[in-house]
């Protein structure tokens, strides 16, 4: 039998179930999380947690089978608790989430032949294919999509897929071709060594997608590494480095002729639990490093160290994207770049979007709900 009963002393009712499982919860907490202060299409609250004291207490309790009744001193108002829902709510307990996909990270032995990857098609139309795919994509950060039609609506077809698209100060979408003009290296046919793109914006995006139309120059291979090996690695090995680029905010800056877009921030951001959430890296847009003389010795020591790190081939997957490819990737986790190419020799034209983590982890639990 379940019991409830009254602490006074701590503010919260016990309940014991048979098994031996038992949970504290404290008398705020089940008056502002009553059931019928929420809205019954919504979901949402619409209790106002002002209208009751902050020392609300119960009446009394009342356990019949799977209910637990309260009625309140202040208020007057009775609410009604399933006790599977206080069970699975117990104070400390986090909602379970199937969007928290632990990253594995890998190094150069990821072999490209091995990434995960799906069909157009299948992404389109089959649900539990495409929960896979997304699932294999927040272990690794880097997944591929293959067989697009052949035009710029197919991969974003794709993206929407997943989320909606971020725009940006380059737009909703964008096409990577070396232009004349260009107001990013990118549309160069230079090389592009290995980055995070817009490491200057307050969030960069997340999820980054690109769909090859054309890859027929000469070069023009893309390189991937994953940052939280190589974060996980200069911990290992030179835990110095490791927490100047944890704890030291640098400038980094875009801008052209409509935009200045700025931010500081650190290339290594941890989690709460000291785990490695993005990494920000981004040798075009850093912007001109504003530290005091004296930090900056020890910050150029560590900076380069993940530098140096980032170009050793242990680290890189590199392959040639064909058209009908779409590779996503995660830009806060993976570092991108390409090999120069040769646009005299064939045209070489990627287009490109992003999808925010959120929105990607929203389609991953929204897809496991059935
Ligand atoms: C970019 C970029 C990669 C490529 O547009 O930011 O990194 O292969 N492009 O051209
Ligand atoms: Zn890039």
């Known amino acids: 039998m379940i019991t409830a009963s009254l602490r006074a002393e701590s503010g919260t009712v016990h309940v014991a179930w048979p098994e031996g499982l038992t949970a504290d919860y404290p008398?705020?907490?089940?008056?502002?999380?009553?059931?019928?202060?929420?809205?019954?299409?919504?979901?949402?609250?619409?209790?106002?947690?002002?209208?009751?004291?902050?020392?609300?207490?119960?009446?009394?309790?009342?356990?019949?089978?799977?209910?637990?009744?309260?009625?309140?001193?202040?208020?007057?108002?009775?609410?009604?608790?399933?006790?599977?829902?206080?069970?699975?709510?117990?104070?400390?307990?986090?909602?379970?989430?199937?969007?928290?996909?632990?990253?594995?990270?890998?190094?150069?032995?990821?072999?490209?032949a091995s990434l995960p990857r799906m069909s157009a098609d299948d992404m389109l139309t089959r649900d539990n294919a495409l929960l896979d795919w997304l699932n294999a994509l927040k272990r690794t950060g880097i997944a591929m999509v293959t067989e697009l039609a052949d035009d710029q609506e197919a991969g974003l077809t794709a993206a929407r897929r997943i989320g909606h698209l971020r725009e940006t100060n380059f737009g909703l979408t964008f096409n990577v071709v070396s232009k004349p003009n260009p107001n990013n290296l990118a549309y160069t046919a230079h090389r592009l060594p290995l980055h995070t793109d817009l490491a200057n914006q307050e969030l960069p995006p997340g999820f980054q997608f690109l769909h090859c139309l054309a890859n027929d120059a000469e070069g023009g291979g893309s390189l991937f590494a994953d940052g939280y090996a190589i974060a996980e690695d200069l911990k290992a090995q030179d835990r110095e480095a490791?927490?100047?680029?944890?704890?030291?905010?640098?400038?980094?800056?875009?801008?052209?002729?409509?935009?200045?877009?700025?931010?500081?921030?650190?290339?290594?951001?941890?989690?709460?639990?000291?785990?490695?959430?993005?990494?920000?890296?981004?040798a075009h847009l850093a912007d001109i490093l504003d530290l005091p003389a004296a930090a900056m010795r020890d910050f150029y020591r560590a900076y380069r160290a993940f530098m140096a790190l980032s170009r050793q081939e242990r680290y890189i997957v590199s392959f040639a994207l064909g058209s009908g490819e779409m590779i996503a990737f995660d830009n806060r986790r993976v570092l991108h770049g390409r090999d120069a190419f040769d646009p005299a020799t064939g045209r070489r034209h990627l287009h490109g979007c992003y999808v925010d983590r959120g929105d990607l982890d929203s389609r991953i639990r929204v897809l496991s709900r059935t």
Request: hydrophobic share 35%; charged share 30%; net charge negative.
């Open 27 to 112: 008398y705020l907490w089940l008056r502002d999380n009553c059931p019928s202060g929420f809205h019954p299409q919504t979901q949402e609250r619409e209790f106002d947690l002002l209208s009751v004291p902050e020392t609300i207490a119960p009446r009394n309790l009342e356990i019949e089978g799977e209910t637990l009744t309260i009625s309140w001193t202040n208020d007057n108002h009775v609410s009604r608790f399933d006790t599977t829902w206080l069970k699975a709510h117990r104070p400390g307990t986090q909602r379970p989430d199937p969007a928290a996909v632990p990253a594995e990270p890998w190094r150069g032995d990821l072999a490209a």
């Open 242 to 282: 490791y927490d100047i680029l944890a704890t030291t905010k640098i400038p980094f800056r875009f801008h052209d002729r409509e935009s200045d877009i700025r931010k500081h921030d650190t290339v290594i951001r941890l989690g709460a639990g000291g785990t490695v959430e993005e990494i920000r890296f981004n």
